[in-house]
């Protein structure tokens, strides 16, 4: 099996858009994308997957959940909280960069722990 397993589908998304419209999400092995969705969307995803391989998957999302609980109370919001995931900046900053899985370093979202907007 080749992983990721990309599937493009505006419904699921839509019905995991509780909170704000999801453009994508990643619950591995599969990235789910909008049929519209670029290939800035697609590496924002792939960084996940190799985030999620490194944290042994449950581990990503007790963090990644943390993170955000944690962002809620710092930042009040929703958004604040999200852009404020360790997982999320990584993904942000290097989602233009095609190269960069190539050359990414593990645990690269590491140093974004305490690097808040």
Do not use: C
Not at 14 to 29: A, E, H, Q, R, V
Not at 78 to 103: H, M, P, T, V, W
Request: proline share 2%.
């Amino acid at each position: 099996m080749k992983i990721p397993i990309v599937i493009r589908s505006n419904k699921i998304l839509d019905n995991l858009s509780w909170f704000m419209k999801i453009g994508g999400i990643t619950l591995y092995p599969y990235i789910i994308l909008r049929s519209y969705s670029t290939v800035k969307t697609l590496n924002h995803e792939k960084i996940h997957i190799k985030q999620q391989e490194e944290m042994l998957v449950i581990l990503f999302y007790i963090v990644y959940i943390l993170e955000y609980f944690f962002g809620l109370f710092i930042f009040g919001s929703g958004q604040g909280a999200y852009r404020n995931i360790s997982f999320e900046i990584e993904a942000y900053k290097n989602e233009k960069d095609f190269d960069y899985l190539d050359n990414r370093k593990r645990f690269a979202w590491v140093k974004y722990i305490f690097n808040k907007k």
